[in-house]
């Protein structure tokens, strides 16, 4: 009788321990911070799927992924942490067990973040439009005027195309990198519109952390205001974030604008419901509608086959011969924001890739294998 009642009991196990493991895992848990979650299966994702993505990044230590968190039609499905070293904006390397009260780094989806706060500012009339001459907006720097500097626009800022000297392919730990200049710079808005032009205005796209600096030097001039007030009466109270933390320049003490914002991960996954929600959040507009479309619309090319919006990443991932376009905010380390309007779905990849060729396709791997395979359309 014993014996039969172990096998018996066995036998459950076998067929309901696993099913109960794959509904566990990468559930959302509870929080009070304004998400709603579900099932994933309930909004047309595969769990069995999700729950492969979670074992294969805890098993492929190299990859360093920090955190996975995917949202369906508005809500949280699933959220994955893992432990790894990371390496928190201008401090040294540091092995860190991840979880939804850790907050992270965003490195460059901070850019993303300072474009919707643009949006906001235009509506406010901090600034009246973006075609306004950025010598126009910061008269204190006008020694630095030049006939073809005159030409640049706070459009040409938000597309990345001053066309000023600029170069951040040398290692952030080079002082010859244009944005380790800049950060170190005793007033790192004059250290950028002090370097030579390269192209004319409007013409040409080059990544530059220096367009996000002087946007925040932009909004401060008109406001009085530094970027991180303005984020936290604009963006972050709306939105109910209230753990924010900014990195800030060394020499001013001024919170870096291109690359320092700090926030738990669910926070950061809300940017994404935003834009996908065309600026609003549980019905509220936070951002005008108008800005968000036009700021995830294609502005200008990027690098390769990638456009470039106002500070979004626009590309496209090819699923079963089914071609699917994303807007993303890209971060260094593997720091990645998918939202993907066709399928109501928005992704957040963390890893700490600094320095590793590995963070270009990590975040895109996490995408591309895993979720969008996973998801009915």
Not at 93 to 110: C, K, M, Q
Not at 135 to 158: G, H, M, N, Q, V
Not at 208 to 214: E, I, M
Not at 340 to 352: F, Q
Request: charged residues 20%; glycine residues 10%; hydrophobic residues 45%.
């Amino acid at each position: 009788m014993l014996r039969t009642l172990i096998l018996a009991l066995g036998a459950v196990l076998a067929i309901g321990g696993p099913a109960a493991a794959q509904a566990a895992c990468g559930a959302p848990g509870p929080q009070a911070d304004g998400w709603e979650t579900a099932d994933p299966a309930s909004v047309g994702l595969d769990p069995a799927a999700l729950c492969r993505l979670a074992s294969r990044f805890a098993a492929w230590k190299e990859a360093n992924v920090h955190a996975v968190l995917v949202a369906r039609h508005g809500r949280l499905v699933f959220e994955q942490y893992f432990t790894g070293s990371d390496q928190q904006w201008g401090q040294p390397p540091a092995d860190t067990t991840f979880g939804p009260s850790v907050p992270h780094d965003l490195r460059s989806i901070t850019k993303s973040v300072v474009s919707l706060l643009v949006g906001v500012g235009i509506d406010k009339g901090w600034v009246h439009d973006i075609d306004q001459p950025v010598f126009s907006l910061l008269p204190d720097y006008a020694d630095l005027r030049t006939p073809e500097k005159e030409r640049i626009t706070l459009r040409d800022l938000l597309t990345m195309s001053a066309g000023l000297t600029w170069s951040e392919d040398l290692p952030y730990s080079d002082p010859k990198n244009s944005e380790t200049g800049m950060d170190t710079a005793a007033d790192p808005c004059r250290y950028v519109l002090e370097q030579p032009v390269a192209d004319p205005a409007g013409t040409v796209w080059t990544y530059s952390g220096g367009s996000a600096a002087l946007i925040a030097c932009v909004l401060r001039k008109a406001t009085g205001k530094t970027i991180d007030e303005l984020a936290r009466t604009a963006l972050f109270e709306p939105l109910g974030i209230t753990h924010v933390e900014w990195a800030r320049y060394p020499r001013t003490g001024e919170p870096v604008a291109a690359s320092g914002l700090r926030l738990l991960p669910r926070d950061t996954l809300k940017f994404g419901q935003l834009v996908l929600d065309h600026g609003a959040w549980h019905g509220h507009q936070i951002v005008p509608a108008a800005w968000v479309d036009a700021a995830v619309s294609p502005q200008i090319n990027g690098p390769g086959s990638v456009f470039y919006g106002f500070q979004f990443w626009l590309g496209r991932s090819l699923v079963a011969r089914r071609e699917v376009d994303w807007v993303a905010g890209i971060g260094y380390g593997g720091q990645r924001l998918f939202i993907v309007p066709s399928l109501d779905l928005t992704v957040l990849i963390h890893a700490g890739l600094y320095a590793s060729p590995r963070q270009d396709w990590v975040g895109t791997a996490v995408l591309n294998r895993f979720v969008l395979p996973a998801t009915t359309p």
